[in-house]
């Protein structure tokens, strides 16, 4: 039942009265307005919230490139185990999610900048190229080059809670779903659905990495079991509060999370003990 637009760019919201009445986007057919009675921002980078008028927060991002290769000794593995996956490995360039490994003078890149954003990916390949120059001369090869800037953290909603480091095993009330650490085992964080939405617009969801989350837990919830669990809750809270015709502030949490449950979400962390 999901009509797809692909290829087409969000470029503004239209405002009216604190809610968001419609969205503009931009395609090879030309500009064109969709109104809608409530919107989910699941750009990654809440460029729904910002262009709303609604408060986010920013982070800057260290420079990395992960790609795929080959080389010769590689394809012969494959071919001795007949196993072509063998053939294909991943190469991790510059910094990990903590900033070890960037090279040396590499500045910190801005996502919602689109000089810094173009910088980003021209100082990938440059370093790709680099490494692959490095190894033994016709005996290494790029397979794939990233189709996207890889950027982990950009812009993000300030929403009525944000989800901090100090949250891991705490139990929310209006909890929609869990998420665990993809980092190491064991820790998992509740998501409130108070991170999903602020005071400032009474039709706007937000899902993915662009959720209400600072420091680590902003790493554990940009990734896609993250992205995926919130999808679903601001799907099924946006499809409660058009039938309702109220706020997704005035919605019946409860009610949410039963729909959620039945959905076969897990609301609260297995490991602790509810009343």
């Not at 910190?108 to 954003?117: A, L, N, P, S």
Request: aromatic share 6%; proline share 4%.
């Amino acid at each position: 039942g999901v009509d797809l637009l692909l290829d087409t760019l969000f470029c503004a919201a239209v405002m009216d009265g604190g809610a968001c009445t419609a969205v503009i986007v931009e395609n090879k057919a030309g500009r064109s307005a969709f109104a809608a009675a409530c919107c989910i921002d699941a750009t990654g980078d809440a460029d729904l919230a910002a262009r709303c008028g609604l408060a986010t927060a920013e982070q800057e991002n260290w420079l990395s490139y992960w790609l795929y290769g080959t080389s010769l000794e590689a394809m012969e593995r494959a071919v001795a185990d007949g196993r072509i996956e063998r053939g294909i490995h991943l190469m991790q360039l510059g910094a990990n999610d903590r900033g070890t490994g960037a090279p040396e003078g590499s500045p910190r890149y801005r996502g919602t900048d689109d000089r810094q954003v173009t910088q980003f990916v021209l100082d990938g390949r440059a370093m790709a190229l680099r490494e692959v120059k490095s190894r033994q001369r016709g005996r290494a090869s790029l397979l794939s080059l990233p189709s996207i800037p890889q950027l982990r953290t950009t812009r993000r909603l300030v929403g009525r809670y944000t989800l901090g480091a100090g949250d891991v095993g705490a139990v929310f009330p209006d909890s929609v779903g869990c998420v665990g650490d993809w980092r190491s085992p064991g820790p998992v964080y509740e998501v409130p659905f108070r991170c999903l939405h602020s005071d400032a617009a009474r039709n706007v969801l937000s899902a993915g990495r662009c959720m209400s989350a600072e420091g680590d837990a902003w790493d554990v919830t940009r990734v896609i079991p993250g992205a995926a669990m919130t999808g679903q809750a601001a799907g099924t809270a946006s499809a409660l509060a058009v039938c309702h015709r109220c706020a997704v502030q005035e919605l019946d949490i409860p009610e949410l999370q039963r729909e959620l449950q039945n959905a076969g979400v897990i609301l609260h962390a297995p490991s602790v003990e509810h009343p």
